[in-house]
């Protein structure tokens, strides 16, 4: 078998600390009862970064374990978001920060300094729902952006509009986050 990488590596250094004074038959049990069985013999295997984990696996670990399958996955001792940690495939490691906020589908590698990379990034990365609920947080935007910019003009009818437009949107607001 080829070694692990760094994400492989972390993988198994999360489960032995989150797994603490689990016991490897006990965890064997919890998996076995997700379906996702595997044995204390390969548990060690996992933590003595002889034996990889796969996509089940991960997520059925994380079920097992209690926690967020990225949790597995990203080195959860960093104490401070600039930490540099170490992920597969990125040559010079990341912010431990940027790393959570990749992972969670939030920003792309480069950082999403970019709005259109950014929209693109969450397009590809984020459930359906999640997208929609990017496009109308946009949509409300440049709908806000429009009414402020109407509030200016010096058409009185246009301004009065637009301020009883802007005070809806306030009341919209408000109710939403009741």
Do not use: H
Request: glycine share 8%.
């Amino acid at each position: 078998m080829s070694t692990l990488g760094p994400t492989g590596r972390t993988v198994a250094d999360n489960i032995k600390r989150l797994r603490g004074d689990l016991q490897y038959v006990k965890l064997a049990d919890r998996l076995k009862q997700l379906g996702r069985p595997i044995p204390t013999l390969g548990l060690r295997k996992i933590e003595s970064y002889e034996r990889r984990v796969d996509a089940d696996d991960l997520v059925a670990l994380a079920v097992a374990l209690g926690v967020s399958p990225i949790s597995l996955l990203v080195p959860l001792d960093s104490f401070l978001e600039d930490d540099s940690i170490e992920v597969t495939g990125v040559d010079d490691g990341i912010a431990a920060k940027q790393a959570w906020e990749w992972m969670r589908g939030e920003t792309p590698l480069s950082g999403g300094d970019n709005a259109v990379e950014l929209l693109q990034y969450i397009g590809r990365s984020a459930p359906g729902w999640r997208v929609r609920n990017y496009a109308n947080g946009v949509q409300a935007l440049l709908e806000l952006n429009r009414v402020e910019r109407d509030m200016q003009s010096s058409d009185p009818a246009v301004a009065a509009a637009a301020k009883v437009r802007f005070n809806e949107m306030v009341e919209e607001s408000r109710r939403g986050d009741d």
